[in-house]
């Protein structure tokens, strides 16, 4: 409890003490706050920037279990991964959706030479001088398919690519190919509607709102955040702290609430680039290097084509990330040794880079560094905090589970798991349904696009018809910024979905980024900034 002389102090301020209060509004801060208010847990949360604006909206887009890491031997996350892409699916169909993946193959490919797996077979098959054996890649996904209970996702099968659509783009040298399934996840998307639940569930979510300090007073955190745009600080209490500051866990950690740990994350930046459309079907593909990496090759956007991605040591998270010239030039050449026709700097209209705080393990490097995560509460020094270490976007909801594991026993009466299968905002509708959802939209509001239409449901599923409303015509929309982008589609993303800028909205809440020119851009800036002082947002579903 604060004490006597403590709650005067705070008299000028915000006296609640929330039960949990999380740092970060990345995928796992967001999933741990809506598990823990859907437990009836109070709940606050705090991010400095806008959400998902770090390693959550620069991944490769991928519910997948991470089919190289079976050479790591890492199984237990490869498992957990596989098992959640299905119950991951049918809780949001609108934002992730299956995939098949072309894994061409050639004697020639070889093992990433530091792997466990590389390792024993240079040992007991010296010959093979670290070659990949068909028979070891065709194991390998055998274990894919069966470790994660599959039951939506197609097997693995065996892919000619002589006179087919898969090898049309690919060199003849590939006459061979695996095909095996995971699931595209729109993972900016993913974190703004965790935040919309844990909302609608009682939490309050707070972006660009730094956290100063935190302390500890007694029993509870005394925390003083500050609004990034106004400057103004505000003092309020907390029962437990949860660190999910991603890239900033350590600064966090040391700065932020001063608590000593041994504990502390490897930053690895990974970096993509998009170029256009590279070829008409709309599998992936799963390309092997002579370094014994792999990249993917990804239909992206509609007319567009997600080459990614790199591992790189990166000193610094207050660093921004960006795709260096040799990333960008080793994705290119990566990807040449495939196609017939090449690709050059000149073709890639975009990139992006992030930061992915792996868990410090003493790996030898960036690659071999785990995807696991590492989940550590310091009670020490009187109020609890919970610091997350790691992770991938696969295994949040498992992460936030297992963090909820570390939390109840501070909170007792708390309920139990009820995550898993539950429907984030837009998504009750059945896995497979999309296309219904298309064509009941295009009935209801006959103005639309077939590419305006996919792109509200992919985006909004089931909430397509909130964002639209009850507009009989196109101008019933306001304003157009162009590439299908409406005012009362800005409003609903200020007034439900945390947007504060037009960076906001075209680069994490959709895409159109990709469409929009840059005068287009800056007169949505110019509109949102004049716009947000008179708009308060509304109230949660």
Known sequence: MISENREGLLSE????????????????????????????????????????????????????????????????????????????????PHISWPMRFVLPYHP?????????????????????????????????????????????????????????????????????????????????????????????????????????????????????TEDTLSGEQKTQSAKLLVNAGGPWVGDIIQQKVRINSSEGVRLVRGSHIVTKRLYDHDKCYFFQGTDGRIIFAIPYETDFTLIGT????????DKRPECSVEERDYLINFVNQYLKKDIKADDVVWSYSGVRPLYDDGASSATAATRDYTLKVDDTGGAPILNVFGGKITTYRKLAEDAMEKIVPFFAGTSGHWTAGVPLPGGDFAVGGFDTLVTRLL?????????????????????????????????????????????????????????????????????????????EVADLDAFMRSEWPSLQPEAAE
Not at 28 to 33: K, Q, V, Y
Not at 54 to 69: M, Q, W
Not at 208 to 224: F, H, L, N, Q
Not at 478 to 489: C, M, P, Q, V
Request: net charge negative; aromatic share 10%; charged share 30%.
């Open 13 to 92: 301020a915000d006296k609640s003490v929330y039960d949990v209060f999380v740092i970060g509004g990345g995928i796992n801060g967001c999933g741990i706050a809506r598990d823990a208010a859907g437990r009836g847990l109070s709940v606050a949360l705090a991010e400095m920037n806008d959400l998902a604006s770090a390693t959550s909206s620069a991944s490769t887009k991928l519910f997948h279990g991470g089919l190289r890491y079976l050479e790591y031997f890492e199984v237990r996350l490869v498992r957990h991964a596989l098992a959640e892409r299905e119950t991951l699916l049918r809780a949001m």
């Open 108 to 224: 020639e490919m070889r093992f990433e030479g530091s792997t466990p797996t590389s390792r024993i077979l240079n040992t007991v098959m010296p010959w093979m001088k670290g070659r990949r054996p068909a028979w070891l890649i065709r194991f390998g996904l055998f274990l894919y398919d069966s470790l994660g209970g599959r039951k939506i996702l197609p097997a693995t099968t065996t892919l000619s690519l002589s006179g087919t659509a898969e090898g049309a783009p690919i060199e003849d040298r590939f006459q061979k190919a695996y095909e095996y399934s995971d699931c595209w996840i729109e993972d900016s998307r993913l974190v703004v509607l965790n935040a919309r639940d844990a909302e609608n569930r009682g939490a309050d979510i707070m972006v660009r709102t730094k956290v100063v300090s935190a302390s500890r007073v007694g029993e509870v955190w005394e925390i003083v």
């Open 310 to 317: 790199t591992d790189a040591e990166h000193a610094d998270p």
């Open 443 to 519: 009935e209801d509001y006959p103005f639309l696009s077939d590419f305006w239409a996919r792109r509200l449901v992919r985006a909004y599923g089931t909430d397509s018809w909130n964002v639209l409303g009850d507009v009989a015509d196109e101008a019933g929309l306001g304003r157009s910024f162009g590439a299908t982008l409406t005012e009362r589609e800005v409003r609903w993303l200020m007034t439900r979905e945390y947007a504060r800028t037009a960076e906001d909205v075209v680069w994490r809440r959709n895409k159109l980024g990709l469409r929009l020119n840059d005068d």
